[in-house]
């Protein structure tokens, strides 16, 4: 009884742990998105990253 216990609570663990490190694997993606969105901002104006469809339409 213990021991099946000890298994489940085993498999929840990675279990768990497999979900966190697929949510930081998400966060680390879309920070290197973002970073390199910025890079590009800082040296292009919005207007030709917009026809370039990199930068969402916003107002001018």
Known sequence: ???EQAERSE???RRLERGLARSRAVVA???ARLLLLRE???K???RRLR???VAPRTAD
């Open 1 to 3: 009884m213990a021991q």
């Open 11 to 13: 498999r929840a663990a």
């Open 29 to 31: 993606d879309y920070r």
């Open 40 to 42: 590009a901002l800082r």
């Open 44 to 46: 292009q104006p919005a």
């Open 51 to 53: 026809t370039a469809g």
